[in-house]
């Protein structure tokens, strides 16, 4: 056989032993740069059995020729296909967000014993984070009575870390003068918001030549500003609803119906005909109240005793928005089992959900005028994988007084590409950074009720009173 003829051959086995080899390498854990490299190869094999194919007219030669390209094709085919996955899988691993789906661990908060000069009357106590946090934490220390020392008087008070803010900060208390040897003792009450509790009760000991300083630092609360453009603004007299919604017009219901089973509510949102909805002259009425008779859902029928009242955004498109900002100035119920709530939730689905306010009515420990909560929900096409509640915090915690279910109070957010920040009265409160970047998100305002069903749900207020809504849109 001549030269020529074997390096025609040469050529035509290192396609196939190259379709071969390839084929399996798709399958294994190679890196992306390695498949590049391998696409490179099988590229210049193409082009050499092109050539051959070009230049020979021999029977046999073009028959392996054809084969080796038909085999290549297969490999070209497969790796391009491998290398899009691996792209995508690089851009996923890049975003700590895994598209919605997760969020970086939640820092832990620890208070340590630690010594204070004798004679002190003021005690700072250092309230530390294991890691820098992607949202705001809320933790709450309690100083009270300990051996030979005595808290004046007993209290609790809340240490706010914002992003971005020093790990340790300090809260102060006053104490009776401290002799020596004296202690007194220090607790985190609750389960910090947007983070877990680390560590008990610590001691707080006079000690001869101790040193104990406050710790300065951390940015100041942001005062709200909504971004964007005014799209939608309706008072309590103004806003307008209907069983399905439109332009300009809630929808009384969820955009999958007029029940939340998976969640335990027992409240069937209402139909206008229903009477759930009654404008008055301090705003919109949202009510929640016992039906005469239960509502029957479902095969076999699920019975709903009570009446919950919804408006919802899905159908109004003055309402969504990417980034922008939602005001709602409201006044709470107040009724034990009720769930009043300000949400956002995105046009393709559920999850994700941004929670600018719940009340949790069903829990026994909720104070109807003085508690906050928010959270988050990631995940996708209705499997949440993540959330980052905080339950805990008080109006107190920023210097609003505890009227929400007696006064009107402004409640917003703001969702920008990095951040989303949720504010009352004006004050921030919570800041999460933002994982859902890209969702075209909606508004909803309701009163849901979980309660039991033989509860007379009579106590109090079911209603939650709208003065006025308002959306900003930047896109």
């Not at 009724?335 to 393709?348: D, E, Q």
Request: charge should be positive; include cysteine; glycine fraction near 8%.
């Amino acid at each position: 056989m001549s030269r020529y003829f074997k390096l025609k051959y040469k050529a035509i086995l290192a396609a196939i032993c190259l379709s071969i080899v390839a084929l399996p390498l798709v399958a294994q854990n190679i890196t992306l740069q390695e498949a590049q490299e391998v696409r490179k190869n099988a590229d210049t094999a193409t082009k050499a059995v092109e050539q051959i194919s070009k230049t020979d007219d021999t029977q046999a030669i073009r028959k392996n020729a054809d084969a080796a390209q038909k085999a290549l094709d297969q490999v070209n085919e497969q790796l391009d296909k491998y290398i899009q996955r691996m792209k995508k899988a690089d851009v996923l691993s890049a975003d700590i967000y895994g598209g919605g789906k997760k969020y970086p661990a939640a820092a832990k908060v620890e208070i340590k014993s630690f010594d204070v000069p004798v004679g002190a009357t003021v005690v700072h106590v250092p309230v530390t984070l294991d890691r820098e946090s992607p949202n705001t934490v809320i933790a709450h220390v309690r100083v009270f009575d300990g051996k030979g020392g005595r808290a004046n008087p007993d209290t609790t008070k809340p240490v706010i870390f914002r992003p971005g803010d020093p790990l340790t900060k300090t809260a102060s208390f006053k104490v009776r003068a401290l002799k020596e040897g004296a202690d007194v003792r220090a607790v985190q009450p609750s389960v910090p918001d947007g983070a877990y509790r680390k560590g008990g009760s610590i001691r707080i000991t006079a000690k001869a030549g101790a040193v104990n300083e406050p710790i300065e630092g951390g940015r100041e609360a942001i005062k709200f500003e909504p971004i964007g453009k005014l799209t939608y603004s309706a008072t309590g007299q103004t806003i307008q609803f209907d069983d399905k919604g439109g332009s300009m017009s809630f929808s009384t219901s969820l955009s999958h119906g007029r029940t939340q089973v998976g969640n335990g509510e027992t409240g069937y949102y209402s139909t206008v005909d229903m009477n759930g909805f009654v404008r008055t002259p301090d705003g919109l009425v949202l009510s929640s109240r016992r039906l005469d008779k239960p509502v029957k859902v479902g095969t076999p029928a699920t019975e709903y005793p009570f009446m919950a009242t919804m408006l919802s955004g899905h159908r109004t498109p003055e309402t969504y928005f990417k980034h922008g900002t939602v005001e709602w100035v409201v006044k709470m119920p107040n009724r034990r089992g009720s769930w009043p709530a300000l949400w956002l939730v995105p046009t393709g689905g559920w999850p994700p959900e941004i929670d600018v306010y719940e009340g949790f009515g069903y829990n026994g420990s909720w104070k109807f005028n003085a508690s906050l909560s928010t959270n988050l929900h990631g995940g996708d096409k209705g499997v949440r994988t993540f959330t980052r509640a905080a339950m805990y915090m008080k109006m107190s915690d920023f210097g609003l007084p505890n009227t929400l279910d007696s006064e009107f109070h402004t409640f917003a957010v703001t969702v920008d590409s990095e951040l989303i920040t949720i504010f009352v009265d004006g004050v921030e409160t919570m800041q999460y950074a933002n994982p859902f970047d890209g969702e075209n998100w909606y508004p909803l305002t309701n009163v849901a009720v979980k309660a039991k069903v033989d509860s007379p749900y009579s106590d109090g207020s079911g209603d939650m009173t709208v003065q006025s809504i308002k959306v900003w849109r930047v896109d």
